[in-house]
């Protein structure tokens, strides 16, 4: 599944690039939280080495093809960490529909570098399966039309199987100031 869902993405932007579109970058904070069950379980086993929440950097470019249609790429950074990481990038592709309000879909793998108390715990490869993400988000003009505010939540899950066993308490959520070219 995930391949198509690549290789879809893959041929919008090919395809795409032959139509003048927006290009859209921005920086911004995404917000996480970790859940209460999980929480506590790994605080007991980690300790300090647990980070139970955060505020990762975040890094976009949206591709609008029209209106309605967009492809955004973006890379988070958690400075921190997040779990029982020291550090972590993560690398995160969506098609989004919309414009000032917006939906969207797509995936994401995480670059971690674990802290030292834990990495026995964690296989040698530092990149993580890849995750899905669902996203609704609105933006809006800050005093030009070329500067945006961008406010949004994100859900993630491991499999696309778990969507339809939604948990509200996994929502995170991200703001960002986007200009557009």
Known sequence: MKNWL??????????????????????????????????????????????????????????????????????????????DAETSVSPRLLVLLGQSFYVGGGIGWNSVDWEEVTEDLHDDDNWTDSFYMLRAGIEFPLFTEHLFLDINANYEFN????????????????AAIKFTL
């Open 6 to 83: 690549l290789m879809g993405l893959l041929f919008c932007v090919v395809c795409g690039s032959a139509y003048a579109g927006d290009h859209t970058f921005g920086v911004g904070f995404h917000y996480f939280y970790t859940l209460d069950d999980i929480n506590e379980d790994l605080d007991e086993l980690l300790g300090d080495a647990f980070h139970e929440d955060g505020l990762a950097i975040n890094f976009s470019y949206r591709y609008k093809f029209n209106d309605h249609f967009g492809v955004l790429a973006e890379v988070q950074t958690y400075p921190d960490g997040f779990l």
């Open 159 to 174: 499999e696309w199987n778990d969507v339809e066993e939604f948990d509200s308490d996994i929502i995170t959520f991200g």
